[in-house]
């Protein structure tokens, strides 16, 4: 159980930090306190588990279209979302989310890798290794 645990709050505490550090870069992304940091970070963890996929599923073929360039725009519609239902947490308009996701997404493969240490078990595999070429 604890093996499971841990992992799980290691991502959450680098999504809030991603949201607070967020918060400082971009004037129209905001909190009203602590709880709502730690909240909006809990849900967005959830919304990317949950409504992102079925997001990217549904629009497939715009994706494949842009060439995965839609795949952004999905992560500021869930961040959106998460700012829609959080109470505390203010969100300017599409523009700030839009840039604002990509930051967090940059910054949290950054930490991932740090604080995560890029083990196996939180590293996607994108091709075979050379096992698999043979």
């Known amino acids: 159980m604890l093996a499971n645990l841990t992992p799980f709050l290691?991502?959450?505490a680098i999504t809030a930090f991603g949201l607070w550090v967020a918060s400082h870069v971009f004037k129209?992304?905001?909190?009203?306190?602590g709880s709502a940091l730690v909240v909006a970070?809990?849900?967005?963890g959830l919304a990317?588990?949950?409504?992102?996929?079925l997001l990217v599923l549904l629009t497939l073929p715009l994706?494949?279209?842009?060439?995965g360039l839609f795949l952004l725009v999905i992560n500021a519609l869930v961040?959106?979302?998460v700012a829609k239902l959080v109470r505390g947490f203010h969100l300017d308009g599409f523009w700030t989310a839009f840039w604002a996701s990509i930051f967090m997404a940059l910054l949290s493969l950054v930490l991932g890798t740090f604080v995560l240490g890029g083990t196996p078990e939180f590293?996607?595999?994108?091709?075979?290794?050379?096992?698999g070429w043979i």
């Not at 990317?48 to 996929?53: F, K």
Request: no cysteine; hydrophobic share 50%.
């Open 10 to 12: 290691l991502h959450w």
């Open 79 to 81: 961040l959106m979302l």
């Open 41 to 44: 970070a809990l849900l967005l």
């Open 28 to 33: 129209g992304l905001r909190f009203d306190g």
């Open 123 to 131: 590293t996607i595999r994108t091709s075979p290794g050379p096992e």
């Open 63 to 67: 994706t494949l279209l842009t060439f």
């Open 48 to 53: 990317n588990a949950v409504v992102r996929p």
